[in-house]
């Protein structure tokens, strides 16, 4: 049974400690993220601050390395590095525990990480690596996947599930709506690259979860 766990962690205890000092207004959301056994490479947006004060500063930083735009969108732009300080829970996690980052998003106060893991034995042994390893890994939330009518039997975050539904109750998904996708961001008090990723996330996990399952095969 899966386990979706929300975990906080000081910024300090974590990746990009430097930049955000350096650039207190950077907002940073994980887009996805592959795992060595010694390094971290997400792709993530940044959609807040000066992108010339958060590249200065990530050149300054030793936990980050080749720093490179991917794409932009607007107010944000995506990045790929390689992030090499401070990141032994999130390799633990991928590697040896096979949980997978749902959302991620970073501040100058706190990193907020949401993970599902594939039961709570695996969920445990997280928790028992942070603890031996001194890692200030805070259980924010936690749910199990039990009940067929809550979102998270889809596999959608809370933030997924508040983007699809206030897009909704706006009429965006209306055939003849005058609703914006920057309308329901600013419902919302997110950039409008943060919403279009929760909703395409959002819409792979229902699709996955629902639209691909195979169905039972029928009697002759």
Known sequence: MSVFAEFHIPTD????????????????????????????????????GSFDDFEAAADADSSIENLERIDEFEDSILYRANWTENI????????????VILEATGSAEVWELQFRFDDHGRLEQFQEYCVE???????????DVTNP???????LTDKQR?????AWEAGYYETDA???????????GISQQALSNRLRRGY?????????????????
């Open 88 to 99: 032994e829970s999130i390799v633990y996690a991928y590697t040896q525990i096979g949980a």
């Open 204 to 220: 792979d996990s229902l699709i996955e979860t629902t639209l691909t399952v195979t169905p039972p095969e029928e009697d002759d």
């Open 13 to 48: 205890a974590f990746a990009l400690e430097f930049t955000f000092e350096a650039a207190p207004e950077t907002v940073i959301e994980i887009e996805r993220v592959a795992a060595t056994s010694d390094l971290l490479t997400p792709y993530f947006w940044v959609s807040e």
């Open 133 to 143: 390893h001194g890692l200030q890994f805070e259980l924010h939330r936690l749910h």
């Open 178 to 188: 005058d609703v914006t996708l920057e309308d329901v961001a600013d419902e919302l």
């Open 149 to 155: 009518k809550t979102s998270r039997q889809y596999e």
């Open 162 to 166: 508040d983007a699809l539904v206030t």
